[in-house]
């Protein structure tokens, strides 16, 4: 049988680029908008800009390629679902304010396959709209709830219920015991999305430098950023869009946790599979399971099956060797095949991670602070494939003076609370990763629930 690659990402071996390197940064420049990450966030944010204002100059500062990050190792899900779950959005924002959060979400990702036709990048958009399935009656009773509250807010144009019969119709995954399915919603190729969006930025007169790590972040009139190969002086702003990552520059350590999540991919599987298994409407496919289930047919045949990952490491260590360590696959092995007994006998060729940011209040942050030079879009914990495109354009909005680009939405504030200091953060998300993991085990047992779970549920800022 063939090998599992424990660390390799499948997207990188499809993405149709030869991945060449653009030149680093080596002498002092001054631009209008300087870019820290060259991920979603940056490249939509730079795009954005240069679509409002075309004079503008605007460069991005990658510290190793474009797609390095989260961006290009994700689940490819182009999801319609914002960051932060619509009853919390209720709850802290009030009905209207939750009802335009998830109409603006599913609005961007019919924008995003817009752009990317417009702009001819070759990101297999498929717009197979997502499909939750409950595989234990506490799930099933979760997923009836979530509907309950889309459909007080008159959110349900596009979702309807399936019966367990209806759901299996669609999937033969094991036991199903019905789901919601949405219709907005598309799987992509992340990196080829990412690499493909910055060429759209080069095109449109923007400037990529890889290989160009910011060391430190001056706010000011004018702010600027240091970076190993010179000092970037950026007129108009810059723009702090480094997720996960922004927890190893000392001044935004706190702001953002580092959580991994991990992903398997199958080998593709032959005709007589997919007929088994069915799954003829591309999906982005997820069970409600606190540790997280997410999958996604790719355009090759194979199954994607995603998890969330690693235990959190003190000091918000992401340290790369954490996401190839083959024992921690394992289990989302495990559970993939319990998912699909079909694939018993399928290899797992790819096995791969990456880091998300988690903010404390979970909730995305897009700001500009026209007093200090700084911007940001961040915080999107699972959830930034659509919602960086989102973030970005209202941010080149604010900068660029574009009312149309800048919705009046939540995710519009500065970034919220700091993390708490070790170890009373590592012995918090530790707790929590315990906990939600105890929670499915004893779910899928015999339906119990621990005791503390209700503590964990309320610790957890998603
Ligand atoms: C395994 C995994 C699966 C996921 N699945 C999904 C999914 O299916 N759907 C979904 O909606 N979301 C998903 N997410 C989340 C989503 O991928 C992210 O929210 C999104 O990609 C964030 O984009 P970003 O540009 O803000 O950050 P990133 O893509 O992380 O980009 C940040 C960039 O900044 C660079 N950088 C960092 N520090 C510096 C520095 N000092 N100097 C210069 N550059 C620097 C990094 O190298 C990186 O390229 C997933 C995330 C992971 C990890």
Redesign the pocket.
């Known amino acids: 049988m063939t090998e599992t690659r424990y660390g390799a990402n499948y997207w990188l071996d499809d993405c149709g680029d030869d991945m060449a390197r653009r030149p680093p940064l080596v002498r002092d420049e001054t631009v209008d908008v300087a870019i820290?990450?060259?991920?979603?966030?940056?490249l939509w944010t730079a795009y954005f800009l240069l679509r409002a204002n075309p004079g503008l100059s605007v460069a991005v500062?990658?510290?190793?390629f474009?797609?390095?990050?989260?961006?290009?190792?994700?689940?490819?899900?182009c999801?319609p679902r914002y960051p932060m779950l619509v009853d919390e959005l209720v709850k802290h924002f009030g009905a209207d304010a939750a009802c335009a959060t998830i109409r603006a979400q599913h609005a961007i990702v019919d924008d995003i396959g817009a752009i990317i036709s417009e702009e001819g990048i070759d990101a297999h958009f498929t717009p197979g709209g997502m499909l939750s399935i409950a595989r234990t009656a506490n799930q099933l009773t979760s997923l009836k709830a979530t509907y309950a509250t889309y459909d007080r807010l008159g959110l349900t144009a596009d979702t309807t219920m399936l019966s367990a019969d209806e759901a299996r119709g669609l999937i033969a995954a094991s036991n199903i015991l019905g789901g919601m399915k949405t219709r907005s919603g598309a799987s992509i190729h992340?990196l080829r999305l990412v690499r493909g969006l910055a060429q759209a930025v080069e095109r449109r007169g923007g400037t990529i430098y890889e290989g160009?790590?910011?060391t430190q972040v001056r706010p000011g009139r004018p702010a600027m950023l240091e970076t190993m190969g010179g000092v970037v002086t950026a007129r108009a702003a810059v723009v702090l869009?480094?997720?996960?990552?922004?927890s190893?520059?000392p001044a935004y350590h706190r702001q953002l946790l580092p959580m991994?999540?991990?992903?398997v991919a199958t080998a593709p599987l032959d005709d007589a599979t997919w007929d088994a298994i069915g799954w003829q409407g591309y999906e982005s496919l997820s069970s409600g399971a606190y540790t997280k289930d997410?999958l996604t047919r790719t355009r090759d045949g194979r199954i994607l099956f995603?998890s969330r990952g690693a235990p959190y490491l003190f000091g918000s260590a992401m340290p790369e060797t954490a996401l190839a360590q083959a024992a921690l696959y394992g289990p989302i092995i495990n559970t993939l095949r319990a998912w699909f007994p079909a694939l018993n006998a399928v290899p797992v060729t790819h096995a791969w991670?990456?880091?998300?940011g988690v903010p404390r209040d979970g909730l995305p942050s897009v700001h500009y602070d026209a007093a200090s030079g700084l911007a940001n879009?961040?915080g999107?914990t699972?959830?930034?494939?659509?919602?960086?495109a989102l973030a970005g354009r209202a941010l080149a909005g604010l900068i660029a003076g574009v009312p149309a680009f800048v919705p009046n939405l939540p995710m519009l504030h500065a970034p919220g609370p700091k993390w708490e200091i070790e170890p009373l953060r590592w012995i918090g998300v530790r707790y929590i990763q315990n906990a939600f993991a105890r929670i499915d085990a004893a779910d899928f047992r015999d339906g119990s629930v621990p005791l503390d779970s209700g503590l964990a549920k309320t610790l957890a800022p998603i």
């Open positions: 820290l990450g060259g991920g979603f966030s940056g500062f990658e510290k190793h474009c797609g390095h990050g989260a961006s290009g190792r994700n689940g490819g899900w999801s992340p160009t790590a910011v869009a480094g997720e996960a990552y922004l190893q520059i991994s999540s991990m992903i997410y995603g991670g990456g880091y998300l879009a961040f999107y699972g959830r930034g494939v659509a919602t960086t």
